[in-house]
């Protein structure tokens, strides 16, 4: 059996005779993390997978696309979040009229200003890859605060909605989809990234252990941010501090090549 570190991306072999019937947990050898494994299924010799009606060797599962992460709706406000799902549009007249004028203006300073901030009515997208338990306590917190958020149920949709959009950010559990090693996978998606993409994105780790705005454990999971599992209820201001203090760092090259800030 193998498994994947979630931080260093890793490789382990296991003996199989070894593996425990149970979830288990093994600490990597090069960057000391703790790995989540579960044990492979046992096998069934009395009963062949093409004797099962319900087998998924008989349903051309290749034809099937694989799905993206959708969009958490509040049930309260489904109506308000379809509205918002692509932001807030203009209503006042003389905002869209002072827009339109902008546009005619392109290429002089104050549309290269324009271009370098963040228009007031757009929502960061937000990926959240977590345990069942947290996802919905999670979501709410961060739709409260004006963001778009997808939720991923598993690895699949979680690589696939980074693929189609462009996230601002991404919430990781080391415990997402244990089964498929989830967290590696993403956690390699997202250092596959090529520079320029990788400074448009705030990575936060989720963790049980580790203390809430931890500089020295963000910088050892190389991500932006550390949130304890206790202070969910604190993870919007954490994340607006982490992301004033990186537009702050970045600032005079978002403004050098005339790009927003995040």
Not at 9 to 15: A, H, Y
Not at 91 to 98: G, K
Not at 148 to 170: C, F, G, L, P, W
Request: aromatic content about 4%.
């Amino acid at each position: 059996m193998i498994v994947v570190c979630s931080q260093c991306t890793t490789r382990l072999q296991l003996d199989d005779a070894k593996i425990p019937s149970r979830p288990f947990t093994v600490r990597c050898p090069k960057c000391q993390s703790i790995i989540h494994g579960q044990p492979p299924a046992p096998a069934n010799g009395q009963q062949s997978a093409l004797s099962v009606g319900d087998a998924p060797a008989l349903e051309n599962t290749r034809f099937n696309p694989p799905m993206a992460a959708p969009v958490f709706k509040a049930d309260e406000s489904v109506n308000d979040n379809d509205v918002q799902a692509y932001g807030n549009a203009p209503s006042e007249p003389n905002e869209l009229a002072r827009l339109l004028a902008e546009l005619l203006q392109t290429g002089t300073p104050a549309a290269k200003q324009r271009n370098s901030t963040r228009l007031r009515w757009e929502q960061r997208r937000v990926l959240v890859c977590v345990t069942p338990p947290r996802r919905e306590a999670i979501a709410r917190t961060l739709v409260d605060e004006n963001h778009q958020v997808y939720i991923a149920e598993n690895t699949s949709q979680a690589i696939e909605r980074m693929r189609e959009d462009k996230m601002h950010v991404i919430l990781l559990e080391a415990e997402f989809d244990a089964v498929e090693q989830g967290a590696a996978f993403v956690t390699s998606e997202i250092n596959a990234l090529r520079p320029a993409e990788r400074r448009r994105l705030i990575f936060i780790h989720l963790s049980t252990t580790a203390r809430t705005l931890d500089t020295h454990a963000a910088f050892v999971h190389n991500v932006n941010l550390v949130v304890n599992t206790a202070d969910i209820d604190r993870l919007p201001q954490a994340l607006e501090r982490t992301i004033r203090d990186f537009n702050d760092l970045y600032n005079d090259f978002n403004t050098a090549l005339n790009i927003a800030a995040i």
